[in-house]
């Protein structure tokens, strides 16, 4: 959060992205833990929300991609 108010007192734009859902199906996930992208999340959205900027929701977008698609989302399981 302080390194988004430097920016912001910088009179510079901000738009805060979380982290996408990890794919287990693939070897990489395995690596890191799961669990824990929802309560990060939670947190960049808050910190979003405090300080009025926009939140680029990728979770909640490449999770709905690939529920309707039915194709992977990232290269490894975490990275896109």
Do not use: W
């Not at 070897?27 to 929802?38: C, H, N, T, V, Y």
């Not at 990060?40 to 926009?54: F, Q």
């Not at 990728?58 to 529920?67: G, P, S, T, V």
Request: contains cysteine; glycine residues 2%.
């Amino acid at each position: 959060e302080t390194l988004c108010k430097t920016v912001l007192a910088d009179n510079r734009r901000l738009v805060l992205v979380n982290l996408p859902p990890i794919e287990l199906d693939k070897p990489e996930a395995q690596r890191f833990d799961a669990s824990k992208i929802a309560r990060y999340n939670a947190i960049v959205a808050a910190v979003a929300a405090r300080l009025d900027v926009p939140l680029a929701d990728i979770n909640a977008m490449l999770a709905e991609r690939r529920k309707t698609s039915g194709q992977p989302q990232t290269v490894d399981g975490v990275h896109l």
